[in-house]
């Protein structure tokens, strides 16, 4: 009689166990599928698809943040279960000069040689995002005074300044608005920590996101720089029907144009 409760009561375990793991299973496979494209990783994180194959969950950069900022992705979170990431409107991270997080990343998901400037590491170099002001809530912009981002940015006057303009409504008062460079923003979201706004009114987003990309097919031609960065690209052409012909063969044949 015992053996037979027994055997009921591993019976009925089993398949609760089995039911639980496939729940944990099918709720790690939805949030992978539908996961927030705005997540923010942490400093030195590969690109997104190569951060995900590499990092193993391990939490040790986790464990290593003295602020608490990273943390694991948990199960219905809408985000790669268990990857580190941060929300800075919680806690931001502080740019610690020794970078604790990533030096002990046992894979290379975080990659120190990102952050390094001869061989030492460079939390300056870091890019987790990119901060972006929203005009229309950020009260500078209506001409209150208000600096607080300005203030808590690392940064501050490179990566973030402000630019004074004269305010034509009043006629006497002037606006200080915040711009981001995103050059030299890291993304530490400081300023979003900061923002006194009930929703903040400047965000950290994912550089991916956040910024477009010109390509190859233009070109400062007053800034050296931009010239470097064409030469370094890899040749890349658009074929077309039409561009396969010479111009002249092809203005010539205008059934190709209608
Ligand atoms: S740099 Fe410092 S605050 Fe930022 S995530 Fe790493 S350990 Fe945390
Ligand atoms: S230490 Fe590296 S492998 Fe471990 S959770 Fe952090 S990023 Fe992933
Ligand atoms: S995220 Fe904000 S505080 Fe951090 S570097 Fe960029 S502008 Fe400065």
Redesign the pocket.
């Known amino acids: 009689m015992i053996s037979g409760r027994r055997e009921f009561i591993l019976g009925t375990t089993r398949t609760t166990g089995l039911l639980v793991l496939s729940g944990l299973i099918w709720s790690a496979y939805v949030d992978e599928i539908t996961a927030n494209k705005l997540i923010l ?2 400093p030195a ?1 590969l690109k997104e698809e190569d ?1 995900l194959s ?9 464990e ?1 943040c003295p602020f608490n900022t ?1 943390v ?1 992705a948990k199960p219905g979170s809408n985000k790669p279960l ?3 990431y941060f929300e800075p409107r919680q806690i931001p991270c502080y740019m610690c000069p020794d970078i604790p ?1 990533v030096p ?7 990659d120190a040689t990102s952050v390094s400037t001869n061989k030492k590491l460079d939390i300056n170099k870091s890019k987790m995002g990119v901060a972006i002001v929203d005009d229309k809530n950020c009260i500078a912009f209506w001409g209150i005074q208000c600096d607080a981002c300005y203030r808590a940015c690392p940064l501050m006057d490179e990566a973030i300044y402000l630019k004074y303009e004269k305010n034509e409504r009043t006629g006497k008062h002037a606006f200080l608005k915040p711009i981001v460079n995103s050059d030299i923003c890291t993304g530490c979201g400081l300023c979003e920590h900061a923002c006194v706004t009930k929703e903040a009114a400047i965000i950290v987003l994912p550089r991916k996101v956040a910024l477009g990309e010109v390509g190859n097919h233009y070109i400062k031609g007053w800034d050296k720089k931009d010239e470097i960065r064409i030469k370094k690209s890899k040749n890349q052409t658009t074929k077309t029907k039409i561009s396969e012909k010479s111009a002249l063969d092809s203005l010539n044949e205008t059934k190709d144009l209608y």
């Open positions: 990783r942490p994180a951060f590499t990092c193993i969950k391990c939490g040790m950069c986790v290593a990273l694991l268990g990857t580190p997080c002990v990343c046992p894979t290379g998901a975080l």
